[in-house]
C-alpha cells in the first residue's frame, strides 16, 4: 500500500515521540544555520563598512559570484567551511566555531521590517 505523503509514511514507520524528537532536531538545526550564517553576515557587513568598500569590491576582493556575496550579506549563503576559511581570511579574521553541551535554544524573535 502506497502512503499518500512522507506525514503518513512517518506516521506508519514512527511512533509520536520519535516524530516530534526529529522535528525538534530539525528545528535546532534551523535555528544554528540561521545563527551562523546572521554572524559571517554581521562581519562582512562590518568589514564593508571599515574598508569604505560597496558590493562591486566585495565581489571583486572575494573572488565570488554577485548571486553569492548577495546571498552572504542577507545571511541566506549556505557556506562551507572552506568558504567561511576564505571569507574570514578576506576580513583578517580567525573564526571560531563554539560547542557548548547540553546548550538549550534559544527562541527567536521574528520581526517584520
Known sequence: MKAKSFQQ???KR???EEI???EKLAELEMEFLKSLQ???SKAVAKY???EQIGFNELVRRLNISPTQASKIQSGEANLTLATIAH???LLRMRPHLGFNKNMKAK???HTEE
Do not use: Q
Request: no cysteine; net charge negative; proline share 0%.
Open 9 to 11: 509514511y512517518l506516521e
Open 14 to 16: 514512527l511512533d509520536k
Open 20 to 22: 516530534a524528537e526529529i
Open 38 to 40: 546572521e554572524d559571517v
Open 48 to 50: 564593508m563598512t571599515e
Open 87 to 89: 571569507v574570514f581570511a
Open 107 to 109: 527562541k527567536r524573535e
